[in-house]
């Protein structure tokens, strides 16, 4: 029997699980979260201690790591976010557990807001945004949707 899913932040020890989840990534998943491996690259990173003004998050079922988020500028007031959901364990909700549990820590935490791009062709992710309570506000000069999540309104 599976145990519920277990919000918490990526630790050393998790270098396996990380990489395991950038093998199952195909390409939809990848042409919209890790191109060039941009990110799978910022990830590995992290395990070697080069990414300080990052945060990383996961969501793991019995020990699988089953979604990944991270923030960085994290010693500004706005941060910046990323999320995807591993391959096979999408539109379960997982992406909605984990941008809530992302935010709930920014919050927590005083930061005013968290920023994010995403591909204008990329309605799932826009929808998940919308359902956490970002806001579209325009376009970043890279032609991706630009949204916001403001803790002080
Ligand atoms: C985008 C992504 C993170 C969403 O995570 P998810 O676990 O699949 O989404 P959830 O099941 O939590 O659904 C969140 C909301 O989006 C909606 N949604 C999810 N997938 C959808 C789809 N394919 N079409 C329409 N709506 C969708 C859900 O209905 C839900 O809205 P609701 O709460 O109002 O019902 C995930 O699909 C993913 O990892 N995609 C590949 C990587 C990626 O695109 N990352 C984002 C880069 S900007």
């Known amino acids: 029997m599976s145990s519920a899913p277990v919000f918490r932040r990526l630790v050393q020890g998790d270098e396996a699980e990380a990489r395991a989840f950038y093998a199952d990534m195909g390409e939809r998943s990848s042409g919209f979260f890790n191109v060039d491996k ?32 991270f923030i960085w500028d994290v010693g500004r007031s706005v941060v910046w976010f990323g999320v995807a959901v591993r391959d096979g364990f999408q539109g379960r909700g997982l992406g909605k557990q984990i941008t809530n549990g992302v935010l709930d820590e920014c919050r927590a935490d005083g930061h005013g807001g968290v920023l994010l791009r995403t591909h204008r062709d990329n ?31």
């Open 38 to 69: 941009g990110n799978e690259k910022r990830t590995l990173e992290f395990f070697e201690g080069k990414r300080p003004d990052h945060v990383f998050y996961g969501m793991f079922e019995d020990g699988s790591l089953l979604a990944l988020a």
């Open 123 to 153: 309605i799932p992710a826009q929808k998940l945004y919308e359902a956490c309570g970002f806001e579209h506000i325009g376009t970043h000069p890279s032609g991706e949707l630009l949204y916001i999540y403001r803790f002080f309104r």
